[in-house]
């Protein structure tokens, strides 16, 4: 099955961001195309492409050199053991952007949960690792 929407991050280097998504985030290789810098990568069904700036094929005229390359994308990745992963980045020694947390949002009359935490790549992009905690009935407390 194709994935319907499958985000691509511009990096400064594929190689580095490989290994950070690949060695700490437990996310896989599906194909690769190194001498382009680009790879793409899969993890439980999650999909996203790294491609490096000045390799292959380029949007130079929209994209910002500055780090944060990522400024303002913070993607949201379901997984099934989010406390391991926070506790992998640890290990790995990357801080998370946002402690692990569990965090209920209003959804119509009820609310739906999520344990979760965000970690920054190397670029900048917001990566926030969740997993789902189910609904509640919403209690209006402003009354």
Same mark, same amino acid.
Request: aromatic residues 10%; charged residues 25%; proline residues 5%.
């Given at each position: 099955?194709?994935?319907?929407?499958?985000?691509?991050?511009?990096?400064?280097?594929?190689?580095?961001?490989?290994?950070?998504?690949?060695?700490?985030?437990?996310?896989?290789?599906?194909?690769?195309?190194?001498?382009?810098?680009?790879?793409?990568?899969? =993890?439980? $069904?999650? +999909?996203?492409?790294?491609?490096?700036?000045?390799?292959?094929? %380029?949007? @130079?005229?929209? *994209?910002?050199?500055?780090?944060?390359?990522?400024?303002?994308?913070?993607?949201?990745?379901?997984?099934?053991?989010?406390?391991?992963?926070?506790?992998?980045?640890?290990?790995?020694?990357?801080?998370?952007?946002?402690?692990?947390?569990?965090?209920?949002? =209003?959804? $119509?009359? +009820?609310?739906?949960?999520?344990?979760?935490?965000?970690?920054? %790549?190397? @670029?900048?992009? *917001?990566?926030?690792?969740?997993?789902?905690?189910?609904?509640?009935?919403?209690?209006?407390?402003?009354?």
């Amino acid at each position: 099955m194709v994935n319907v929407l499958v985000p691509e991050f511009s990096v400064r280097d594929c190689a580095i961001s490989q290994a950070f998504y690949c060695d700490v985030l437990g996310f896989c290789v599906r194909y690769a195309r190194p001498e382009e810098g680009f790879c793409y990568l899969e =993890r439980d $069904g999650a +999909e996203l492409m790294l491609d490096q700036i000045g390799l292959g094929r %380029d949007f @130079d005229d929209h *994209l910002s050199k500055e780090h944060p390359l990522g400024r303002g994308v913070n993607l949201q990745i379901l997984v099934k053991d989010v406390a391991m992963l926070a506790n992998n980045c640890a290990t790995a020694g990357v801080a998370p952007y946002l402690p692990l947390e569990d965090r209920w949002y =209003r959804k $119509g009359k +009820e609310e739906v949960g999520n344990r979760q935490f965000v970690v920054a %790549d190397p @670029d900048g992009y *917001l990566l926030r690792f969740f997993e789902d905690l189910g609904a509640r009935p919403h209690v209006d407390h402003s009354v």
